[in-house]
């Protein structure tokens, strides 16, 4: 399925940083952050441990491929860990999103505040990564302290937690404006 908006006649995007998903919970949440994923670009999808096994077989394959609407490349090129260390042993720089402080001595950035750099750092040819935690419990502390730096988002603080493919998404949009700018895709020409 290709949802309305999408133009094959294009070029599509890829690269950006390793978006891992740490033990996530549901196959149809991995379905829906490739999507988020393909709508800005990023093409590095890592999975440590997903809980209903591998999205690309299985009973759940049809729900993550459904869920993926137009990016199952995605789910085709993933990579499969056993361990956070393992999945991004190969970066040089890694944030962890969450939405709880963590009592840990790492500078803590917004999406908007953590992009320009990354971007910038990415274009000179560093590896950089999110780890993104599991659906119901969110990251371990652990799986934070693996990471250089916190991401968090700023919404209310009464209701922080985002479903896991909001996050990606999220995340994905401050990427791609800080990576390829934020100009309107497209003008509508005024009626005369």
């Known amino acids: 399925m290709v949802g309305a908006g999408t133009d094959r006649s294009k070029t599509a995007l890829s690269g950006g940083p390793a978006i891992v998903l740490v033990r996530p919970q549901l196959a149809v949440n991995i379905g829906m952050c490739a999507r988020a994923m393909a709508n800005f670009g990023l093409s590095d999808l890592r999975l440590v441990s997903p809980r209903e096994g591998w999205p690309r077989t299985g009973a759940y394959r049809k729900g993550a491929y459904a869920a993926a609407a137009g990016a ?44 320009p750099s990354m971007a910038a750092h990415m274009t000179a040819g560093e590896k950089h990564g999110m780890l993104f935690g599991p659906e119901r419990t969110g990251l371990d502390n652990d799986d934070v302290a693996l990471a250089d730096a916190i991401l968090t988002f700023p919404v209310n603080p009464a209701y922080a937690s985002l479903n896991l493919a909001q996050a990606v998404l999220l995340t994905g949009y401050e990427w791609f404006r800080a990576a390829h700018g934020d100009a309107i895709p497209f003008e509508i020409e005024e009626r005369s």
Do not use: C, N, W
């Open 72 to 115: 199952v490349h995605l789910l085709e090129s993933a990579k499969l860990y056993e361990s956070v260390r393992d999945a991004i042993e190969d970066l040089s720089f890694v944030y962890a999103a969450t939405a709880r402080g963590r009592g840990q001595m790492k500078p803590v950035l917004t999406p908007a505040q953590a992009m």
